[in-house]
């Protein structure tokens, strides 16, 4: 088990960034993996999306399961971070394929998961920007349940950012998760600016400016609270 006080960055409560989480090999597997995946690649806005696990209804996960290459690294995750609960493990996966100049709306992800997301990024860069919900965004959690999961909203002021290097872990929870949207920008190189919390542990400075290099996967694994069971008709 992680010690996670000790990659705790910046002041939100709470954000936590773990530098080489895994080995250039283990990550070269998984994207081996996902490149050969027979799931197929939804197109939202740009940037390419898988969904394992499942699909995330309105009251919960209607549960399909999840591919066997992916298991190892899920108990894991489970175990180092305690991040899904006491002897609780993930059971949804988004997986994200982003080019240079493709992003995410700033977005919160809503009263169906377990509040703590573990992002692992994959090959190449991009920086996660926290800020505050807007005060008329507050009441956005019912939006969120009616649409499935997530809801995108007009965001407030910036708290916080992440750079999320490749082999990295973002996890966040409390008010980073029920607080603020999150999002990346539809840049091609991002502005390490003074948001960036964790630029010393990413090896970066503030001031500089980052290429996101090429396509970058991001996996965020959360746990979906309710699980119909299967065969339930809904
Ligand atoms: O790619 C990322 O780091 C962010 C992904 C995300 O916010 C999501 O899947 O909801």
Not at 16 to 24: C, F, G, L, R, S
Not at 46 to 74: D, E, F, M, T, Y
Request: with cysteine; aromatic share 6%.
């Amino acid at each position: 088990m992680l010690d996670l006080e000790q990659y705790r960055v910046g002041d939100l409560p709470t954000l936590y960034y773990v530098p080489d989480a895994i080995t250039p090999a283990e990550e070269q597997s998984l994207l081996t993996h996902i490149t050969a995946s027979k799931q197929q690649w939804k197109t939202v806005s740009g940037r390419r999306l898988q969904n394992l696990g499942g699909i995330v209804h309105k009251k919960g996960l209607i549960p399909a399961p999840l591919p066997s290459w992916l298991q190892p690294l899920l108990g894991r995750l489970a175990q180092d971070t305690g991040a899904y609960g006491e002897g609780k493990q993930p059971n949804h996966v988004l997986i994200n394929a982003y080019q240079p100049g493709e992003g995410i709306l700033p977005h919160e992800d809503g009263p169906l998961y377990h509040p703590v997301v573990v992002i692992l990024s994959l090959q190449n860069p991009a920086v996660v920007r926290f800020a505050r919900k807007r005060r008329d965004e507050q009441q956005s959690d019912a939006a969120a349940a009616a649409e499935g999961a997530e809801s995108h909203g007009r965001a407030g002021q910036l708290v916080a950012s992440v750079a999320c290097m490749p082999r990295s872990l973002l996890i966040f929870k409390d008010e980073a998760y029920s607080g603020c949207l999150h999002g990346i920008l539809e840049a091609a190189v991002e502005d390490i600016d003074a948001s960036v919390v964790n630029a010393q542990q990413a090896g970066l400075q503030v001031g500089q400016a980052l290429p996101r290099g090429g396509e970058r996967i991001s996996l965020t694994v959360r746990r979906v609270l309710h699980t119909y069971s299967l065969g339930l008709r809904l």
